[in-house]
């Protein structure tokens, strides 16, 4: 495939490995944000191409891993309900609930399915007018244009059987918060190429600048990942804290406008909670007034709500890069991709899945 | 969640920027999606979609700078006479 194979070449990524060995002549800590960025590297072995002195810390850039339980157990409710179309994507299928998934609604009767496309719950709403249509909006700001699109078309169609189960999340507050919270360890950042192909990258300076941070926006193929760690390398081992962007193919300075437009149209900036962190303020994305009438939390009587976390995932500290995912006592034995503790091990873009699926025997021995 | 990959554009539809489609082609699989976000997006060109939204056109100029940075490591490495 284009513009994706010619990122895959061994050859070149053991080049761009061998500048990175002759580079490093001290220990860093690089984070990357991004759960797609994690299991590249995971997937393809990155990792160790790189010098011990480089330490790799996974961020929590995985949306589906940060939703609160809380959150779930609300989808869960919706999705229940008689006369009620669940739609989500994919991976937020099998993401444990307090005491059950989406999978096993559906499999008790509960009409819930899986789309591509919030467009694809639109059409359902429009095909079905005797039914609630809900769609589970998840995601960083990746996702957020397809999400507001989605109210957009439904309230220029004055669709009344469509709303929206809200749970968008920013990450330059995540960042932050990271970054701020004692015993962080990061000295450098891979910053989600995808999420500023949207937003550009004009937020990341004041963060570079106040944390003293490199921060690279590096794409997602091996050659992308290795460059972009270079090009940290090249800051940290230089004494240099700035912003740099390595997937220049897919991200301009200013982002796009007519994504970031709609989105400031649809949405506003709300607190959000981040399963396995905690609140952070300013961190997400809620309906603006205008459209509130699409929130299915209202709409379903729903809002204010809270759930503790099962004490033996510790699915918080791997999305901090507390902890690797080898190092929880649940990994491989109580935890497994087919009965998962937490979201980290549920999502396709979860590092603990990604241990699992590629690092079981090494993580092991 | 940010899974986006690229695709070429082959047909493009509606007058409509806010609902304009495009079937893309990702090497071999055809899927139509949103080009409301990418509204110069031309037959032809490449562009990366995520949840049946175009996000992003391809740059292919800087698509190559990649292997020139590599190119040229490799030259200046030569210069040096290290003969890697």
Request: hydrophobic share 40%.
């Amino acid at each position: 495939m284009k513009f994706l194979d010619e990122y895959r070449d061994g050859e070149l990524a053991q080049q761009l490995a061998g500048e990175i060995h002759r580079i490093t002549t001290k220990p860093w800590n690089i984070m990357e944000v991004c759960g797609g960025q994690t299991h590249a590297i995971v997937k393809f072995g990155i990792d160790e191409l790189l010098p011990k002195l480089i330490t790799l810390i996974h961020g929590p850039g995985c949306p589906v891993c940060v939703t609160p339980l809380e959150m779930i157990d609300k989808a869960l409710e919706i999705a229940a309900r008689p006369g009620v179309v669940f739609a989500s994507f994919g991976d937020m299928l099998r993401v444990p609930g307090s005491t059950t998934d989406l999978l096993t609604v559906k499999a008790a009767g509960g009409d819930v399915r899986m789309v591509y496309s919030p467009l694809d719950a639109v059409k359902l709403a429009e095909q079905n007018p005797g039914k609630e249509v809900v769609f589970f909006g998840v995601g960083f700001e990746t996702t957020a244009p397809a999400t507001a699109m989605a109210v957009y078309q439904a309230a220029r169609m004055g669709l009344k059987n469509f709303s929206m189960l809200i749970s968008h999340v920013l990450v330059p507050p995540a960042i932050d918060a990271l970054m701020s919270s004692p015993g962080c360890r990061v000295q450098a950042f891979l910053a989600a190429g995808h999420v500023c192909a949207i937003m550009g990258y004009e937020e990341y300076p004041p963060l570079a600048a106040k944390y003293r941070v490199p921060i690279v926006v590096t794409g997602f193929e091996p050659l992308d990942i290795l460059q972009g760690i270079l090009m940290c390398v090249q800051q940290l081992e230089s004494g240099r804290a700035g912003v740099e962007n390595q997937y220049v193919r897919a991200v301009r300075e200013q982002g796009n406008q007519p994504a970031q437009e709609l989105v400031r149209e649809v949405f506003r900036i709300v607190p959000r909670k981040w399963r396995g962190v905690g609140e952070i303020p300013a961190s997400g994305l809620g309906l603006a007034d205008a459209y509130a009438g699409f929130d299915a939390e209202k709409r379903f009587g729903l809002a204010g709500r809270h759930v503790d976390e099962p004490a033996d995932c510790l699915s918080g500290l791997v999305l901090q890069g507390k902890i690797k995912p080898h190092e929880c006592p649940a990994f491989g034995g109580r935890c497994t991709p087919e009965h998962p503790l937490g979201a980290t091990m549920v999502s396709g873009e979860g590092a603990c899945a990604a241990y699992h699926r590629y690092r079981r025997q090494s993580a092991r021995s | 969640m940010c899974l986006a990959i690229p695709g070429k554009v082959e047909t493009l539809s509606g007058d409509d920027p806010v609902t304009r489609m495009g079937r893309v082609n990702f090497g071999g699989v055809i899927k139509e999606a949103s080009l409301a976000f990418v509204p110069e997006a031309r037959i032809g060109d490449y562009v990366i979609v995520h949840a049946g939204f175009a996000l992003s056109k391809v740059d292919e100029d800087e698509a190559h700078k990649v292997f020139e940075y590599l190119r040229q490591m490799e030259e200046f490495d030569e210069l040096k006479g290290d003969g890697s």
